[in-house]
């Protein structure tokens, strides 16, 4: 919960962020962006897919020979070792999305709870997103990317076990 902010309807406005470990939050007024985006969105993220087409791989790619998702995606990342580091820009924020990128994405609390929403387990890393963005959208869930400044250290690693776990992803969701 972030300090002193307070829900529109009275009650407490408790926030779960769930973010990769290799990110710099660069954003001195992230609490402020993530309750703003959580009034418009039931779940956010700072990048993502305003359409899913069947066997997309990943929320920027639209097949398994990488095709990028040029004109459907949405936000902005920012990549390096330290904070503030090279800016990747997607697309217009505060869009809509089917997907977003897992290495940050926010609900409220109350949102998970009244909806039974949970991230399935066998998605230990890879498709973890994927699938909690479909479950989420199954359940009638709004998803959206917000302005929010963030640095991801890392890159996407795509080997045997990334498509292990696509083929346990397509299973579950038959497409």
């Known amino acids: 919960m972030y300090p002193g902010s307070v829900d529109p309807r009275g009650k407490d406005d408790e926030v779960l962020v769930f973010v990769h470990d290799d990110v710099w939050l660069?954003?001195?007024?992230?609490?402020?962006?993530?309750?703003a985006g959580l009034r418009h969105f039931d779940v956010i993220g700072v990048a993502g897919s305003v359409v899913r087409?069947?066997?997309?791989?990943?929320w920027c790619y639209l097949d398994l020979e990488f095709k990028v998702n040029r004109d459907?995606?949405?936000?902005?990342?920012?990549?390096?070792?330290?904070?503030?580091?090279?800016?990747?820009?997607?697309?217009p924020w505060r869009q809509p999305c089917e997907l977003l990128d897992g290495v940050l994405i926010a609900v409220?609390?109350?949102?998970?709870?009244?909806?039974?929403?949970?991230?399935?387990?066998?998605f230990a890393f890879h498709f973890y997103d994927m699938d909690f963005c479909r479950t989420a959208r199954m359940l009638g869930l709004r998803l959206g990317t917000w302005?929010?400044?963030?640095?991801?250290?890392?890159?996407?690693g795509y080997g045997q076990e990334w498509l292990h776990c696509f083929s346990d992803y397509l299973a579950k969701w038959g497409d």
């Open 147 to 156: 302005p929010m400044a963030i640095t991801h250290q890392s890159t996407s």
């Open 53 to 58: 087409q069947p066997g997309q791989p990943a």
């Open 108 to 122: 409220r609390r109350e949102t998970l709870l009244a909806n039974g929403l949970r991230f399935d387990s066998r």
């Open 72 to 91: 459907g995606m949405s936000g902005m990342i920012s990549h390096g070792d330290g904070p503030c580091g090279v800016i990747g820009f997607y697309g």
């Open 26 to 35: 660069d954003d001195s007024q992230i609490g402020e962006h993530l309750i």
